[in-house]
């Protein structure tokens, strides 16, 4: 088993800009579906607490390039958690290219910073990250989580 979730994506034309290559903004989406599927394939219980009152904001994020990639280029979006708080988590994200013979090339890295809250929209306050979400999650990172009390 991998110590990263995966998300595997073809690039097409829609996400490429007059030059030819992926348009920033695509990495970030990409992010959070990433972030998306991890939740709906290993963590469905907190889709659910989501319909109730939990919410997931996305504090800040980040990416880094180092090469370009194009229209029906294969992309891994790998996902770890970097970083588990009381009430926030951080993920990393490696954009790997992966080639027709196998090979992989690293051709971005991006960070996103989430905070859980509860509450009603005009008074959201900061809550615990949920157990069924800390317990998905520790395959996936590269620290132990710690023994939540």
Excluded at 106 to 125: E, F, I, K, S
């Amino acid at each position: 088993m991998n110590d990263y979730f995966e998300y595997r994506h073809v690039v097409g034309f829609e996400e490429t800009n007059l030059v030819g290559n992926v348009y920033y903004v695509n990495y970030l989406r990409w992010q959070g579906r990433a972030r998306e599927l991890f939740l709906k394939e290993r963590a469905p219980e907190v889709l659910v607490d989501m319909r109730d009152d939990l919410k997931l904001f996305t504090l800040k994020v980040d990416c880094e390039f180092y090469a370009e990639i194009t229209a029906f280029d294969e992309v891994s979006i790998r996902m770890r958690l970097l970083e588990l708080g009381q009430t926030q988590l951080q993920f990393g994200f490696d954009y790997v290219r992966l080639d027709a013979g196998g090979g992989e090339t690293l051709v971005a890295r991006g960070m996103q910073r989430v905070a859980c809250m509860r509450g009603p929209n005009t008074r959201t306050v900061p809550a615990r990250v949920p157990d069924p979400l800390v317990r998905a999650l520790e395959p996936y990172t590269l620290v132990p989580v710690r023994a939540r009390s």
